[in-house]
């Protein structure tokens, strides 16, 4: 365990490097990110300047809802999607060769590696959404419902790698992987809304779905429940159950994948 | 021209090598039209009222339909990536050393992903299309849609010179993911692609007509569902023209100051 902790902080430490190695191309990048959270809330207030709620959110719940969402994607970013997103190169190039030889557990060497700082960067902005929109939503919190709230974010985070961990290894497969990039996109676009919305659609098939089966709706209505609106703790319960069984599966289904891995080049 | 019909060729190949990649992502493109369908749908339950945006329900799901379509036309992923990775890799000498322009080598390999692209996915999008058909205004006259053809030649024109004139500032800055990064998001919002423009504040939409990225997106598709004029419509192509010829003109310009700088590191 303490030989994990130091891999952990020595990759830290390399990411940080590498990140301040280019500071121009990090802060810009950060700039950036700083933006597309401005576009979201814009966008928030334009649906806003057009109705007082949207299924029983109001601007502010919603608001914090929106925040909830920044703050799981910036986490899960920061420490995974660069490390699922490296699976199928090093699949592609042979390279995954160098992980395996080494004497560590593969999948955690997979997953670690490189952290992005740049998406570090707006955990502060995500949670200073998030304090502010509650402030205003006029919600009381205590100090069980924020500790809850931070179990059920990393509960989030461990449900969001395991699916993505899983996903990106079926690159051993289908050698080229661009659908991982599209497939965190759109996990992202669904996730950020109120679940409720999809409840009207295919008589309430597609909300099932998105909720018991591969719960990304979860992700980010759970924990912002905990906090805006009614805590439901079925719901808390769920998304722990399944962030542990998803996380096994990856495991499962990395060993399984392994099983086929042919290397490439010379 | 022979040479950059080889280049159209073998882009042709290429693009049709990975095709369990292919189409998942494209499988995977209709996702988000789901979310825009049923959020629209509670904002307008919401609102109370029958229009927003001057938009109908029906009228916004059209939009964000023929988004998608327009779209194709003239997003460039990994146009701009790709040139800043041949400057800083030194890839970019074997095509110095070739008797090929580059820009163009650049277009011919754009334009084959585009026909695969469009050839492939056609099959997903009429299926889309079929299943939303209650949403779309139906088929406009020859005229519209000779009108809205013409705009998405030029939106796919348009696309790849601002992504290649982006690319071209790598001779100046190593890297310009950071640079396309911002780009992306200024582009994701004020193309219309998010909501359409006309939800703005009349002021921000004011300065938002004299941004090239409007014309991306936004315009063609609602000459797409007639609400322009054939006069306005045909303006909107003349501007569109217009920022085509002014990008490619700063591409050129680019481009011969940059070679100038370019130092053919590795490769």
């Not at chain 1, 906090?227 to 495991?251: C, K, N, P, Q, W």
């Not at chain 2, 090929?100 to 754009?110: F, K, P, S």
């Not at chain 2, 695969?116 to 099959?123: E, I, K, S």
């Not at chain 2, 303006?235 to 010829?245: E, F, L, M, N």
Request: aromatic share 18%; hydrophobic share 55%; charged share 10%.
């Amino acid at each position: 365990m303490v030989r994990y902790g130091r891999i952990l902080l020595r990759f830290w430490k390399n990411s940080l490097i590498r990140e301040m190695t280019f500071r121009g191309h990090f802060f810009v990048q950060v700039v950036g990110e700083v933006l597309w959270i401005a576009m979201i809330l814009m966008f928030v207030r334009v649906i806003y300047t057009q109705t007082s709620s949207i299924q029983g959110w109001s601007e502010h719940q919603y608001l914090f809802l929106t925040g909830t969402h920044l703050l799981v994607k910036s986490l899960f970013e920061t420490f995974f999607f660069g490390n699922c997103w490296r699976v199928s190169h090093l699949v592609q190039t042979g390279d995954l060769d160098f992980v395996l030889l080494r004497p560590a557990s593969a999948q955690f060497l997979l997953s670690v590696e490189k952290v992005d700082f740049t998406a570090l960067a707006n955990v502060p902005v995500a949670a200073g959404i998030c304090i502010w929109s509650a402030s205003e939503a006029g919600v009381s919190v205590t100090v069980g419902r924020v500790a809850l709230y931070l179990l059920v974010l990393g509960f989030s985070v461990t449900l969001l790698y395991s699916l993505l961990f899983t996903f990106a290894m079926t690159s051993v497969w289908f050698v080229r992987q661009t659908g991982l990039q599209s497939m965190w996109f759109y996990v992202v676009s669904l996730a950020r809304y109120p679940s409720e919305i999809y409840q009207r659609f295919a008589g309430g098939v597609l909300w099932f779905v998105l909720v018991f089966v591969i719960p990304v709706l979860l992700v980010s209505n759970v924990p912002a429940n905990v906090i805006v609106r009614e805590l439901d703790m079925r719901f808390v319960g769920y998304l722990g159950l399944m962030a542990f069984v998803m996380l096994y599966l990856s495991t499962v289904m990395f060993r399984f994948s392994m099983r086929w891995y042919r290397s490439a080049s010379s | 021209m022979g040479k950059y019909w080889s280049v159209f060729r073998i882009a042709l190949a290429d693009r049709l090598v990975y095709r369990g990649d292919f189409f998942l992502s494209t499988f995977l493109h209709f996702v988000p039209i789901v979310t825009t369908i049923l959020l629209w749908d509670a904002i307008f339950k919401g609102s109370g009222k029958a229009t927003l945006g001057g938009m109908h329900y029906t009228e916004m799901v059209s939009y964000y339909l023929l988004v998608m379509i327009t779209r194709v036309f003239g997003s460039m992923p990994r146009l701009a990536s790709g040139i800043g990775l041949d400057v800083r890799d030194g890839g970019l000498r074997k095509y110095l050393l070739q008797p090929i322009d580059y820009v163009g080598y650049l277009l011919a390999w754009r334009v084959a992903h585009k026909i695969v692209f469009m050839m492939m996915a056609t099959g997903p999008y009429v299926i889309v299309f079929w299943v939303c058909r209650g949403f779309l205004p139906g088929w406009p006259g020859l005229t519209t849609l000779g009108l809205y053809v013409t705009s998405l030649v030029l939106a796919f024109l348009l696309g790849f010179s601002i992504n290649c004139l982006i690319g071209m500032f790598s001779f100046w800055f190593l890297e310009v993911a950071s640079f396309l990064h911002l780009f992306m998001t200024v582009q994701y919002f004020l193309s219309g692609h998010m909501f359409p423009l006309s939800m703005l504040p009349d002021s921000v939409r004011q300065v938002v007509v004299w941004l090239p990225f409007a014309y991306e997106t936004y315009y063609p598709t609602l000459i797409f569902l007639k609400q322009l004029s054939v006069g306005e419509s045909l303006r909107i192509i003349a501007v569109q023209a217009t920022w085509v010829a002014l990008i490619w003109a700063g591409i050129r310009l680019a481009w011969s100051r940059g070679v100038r700088r370019y130092a053919a590191y590795g490769g």
